[in-house]
């Protein structure tokens, strides 16, 4: 046996079997792209056999999916799910949902919190305004991504390539007459969300509401979610929005500190 071969065996025979797969997700939760094989076996040293066949199973019951370009993987939305589901589970969602109270407490209107997945923004978990006008977009809702305070915080936090990519992969349509169409338009405001750290919608999703929103990151700086408020015009004009930012700011890293202690 060659030296590459039984360093392989001695790898494969370290790491328990039932380790495996949680050590390459967990490499592929330390990315912001898509990963192959070989990148997400870099830390783990399994057998490159081993990883393909691990990776391919993985794909197979809907853990991973591949990238555009065939060669890497992203998670798949079981995987999504599941993740989504052990957050839910612990102690961190009371966390988190004690921080959207006391905001909204504070700004005195509905507050969200929002995940990106592949039908849209999904509203994860929300405090609703105690005013008996509302808008209401229930959690478990998802919204387009580039019409939206919150998709279009999450959009802004992508690399200029990525944003690039993603943006030209949309469908942009109109739900009102505000609604950004143009994709040089959307970039144009992107660049300038990431320049000043939140978004609005000036009517661009509903007729009648308007938002802000703001990213809630972990302790790395990388985007997590979308933390946002929104109101009907009349009672919440876009300038009283802005007046709400650095409450949701502030909020922000109170949710950072809960949920990556």
Known sequence: MSASGTQQTDADARIPTNMRTLLLLEALGHSDKAMTPT???ASVGLPKQT?????TTLEAEGFLVRDGDGKGYRAARRTRLMSAGLLHASWANIARHQVLSEIAKTVGETVNY???EEAGMRYLDRVDTDWSFRIQLPVGTNVPFHCTASGKVFMASLTPKARVAFVTALTLSGHTRKTHVSAEALMSEL???AKQGYAE???EFLDDMVAVAVPIRDLTGRYVASLAVHGPTQRMSLSHARNM???LQSGAEKLRDALFV
Not at 51 to 55: G, N
């Open 39 to 41: 990148e997400m076996n």
């Open 51 to 55: 990883v393909h066949r691990l990776c």
């Open 114 to 116: 929002v995940v990106p």
């Open 191 to 193: 660049k300038q969300i």
């Open 201 to 203: 919608d000036d009517e």
């Open 245 to 247: 930012l650095p409450v």
